[in-house]
T-cell receptor
Framework: EPEVTQTPSHQVTQMGQEVILRCVPISNHLYFYWYRQILGQKVEFLVSFYNNEISEKSEIFDDQFSVERPDGSNFTLKIRSTKLEDSAMYFC?????????????FGPGTRLTVT | RKEVEQDPGPFNVPEGATVAFNCTYSNSASQSFFWYRQDCRKEPKLLMSVYSSGNEDGRFTAQLNRASQYISLLIRDSKLSDSATYLCVVTPGGYNKLIFGAGTRLAVHP
């Protein structure tokens, strides 16, 4: 069964450093997303990406965040200068070919710890 | 008002019990509805989409009431493996970002 994969599973970084989280969405999917979940809190939407551009972003997704699809398979989330409050699980998700196909499938997540 | 509200739980039930979760959403233009389950420190996993006519998948039954902006999930014959947090999820009208509820924790005991 196709699945979304993410690397690394755990990333520890110092405040102010840049991090890149990587995702490989399901191969025939066209819509890609990043969500985050701070420990003990609900899952929050960050950004959606379609046709090589951002289709929507939340208030959380400020200038410190960026996304990219550098090749035909990877989808990355970059945080330029990490803050303590960026510590969270970051989940990548993808969904199908049709615009109305809202079922999103999540990767296992990257746990980001900012010290 | 929160966009998606759920019973906070936890629900502690014996194996074999029937348990029901409720959820309400605030945006009447919401278009799609889902139940996901999340195990501790794992990713959300799609359990089922929820359709206006209601739908069933084995021991799981989901209902949607658009007029009341209410979604429910019924689990029959609970198994130990059903222990997880159940997330009510909606998409706002016209957009496909997912809006998550805070989740309801279920613990099934022998």
């Amino acid at each position: 069964e196709p699945e979304v994969t993410q690397t690394p599973s755990h990333q520890v970084t110092q405040m102010g450093q840049e991090v890149i989280l990587r995702c490989v969405p399901i191969s025939n999917h066209l819509y890609f997303y990043w969500y985050r979940q701070i420990l003990g809190q609900k899952v929050e939407f960050l950004v959606s990406f379609y046709n090589n551009e951002i289709s929507e972003k939340s208030e959380i997704f400020d200038d410190q965040f960026s996304v990219e699809r550098p090749d035909g398979s990877n989808f990355t989330l970059k945080i330029r200068s990490t803050k303590l409050e960026d510590s969270a699980m970051y989940f990548c998700a993808s969904s199908g070919e049709r615009q109305v196909d809202y079922e999103q499938y999540f990767g296992p997540g990257t746990r980001l710890t900012v010290t | 008002r929160k966009e998606v509200e759920q019973d906070p739980g936890p629900f502690n039930v014996p194996e074999g019990a029937t348990v029901a979760f409720n959820c309400t959403y605030s945006n009447s233009a919401s278009q799609s509805f889902f139940w996901y389950r999340q195990d501790c420190r794992k990713e959300p996993k799609l359990l089922m989409s929820v359709y206006s006519s209601g739908n069933e998948d084995g021991r799981f039954t989901a209902q949607l009431n658009r007029a009341s902006q209410y979604i429910s999930l019924l689990i029959r014959d609970s198994k130990l493996s059903d222990s997880a947090t159940y997330l009510c999820v909606v998409t706002p009208g016209g957009y496909n970002k997912l809006i998550f509820g805070a989740g309801t924790r279920l613990a099934v005991h022998p």
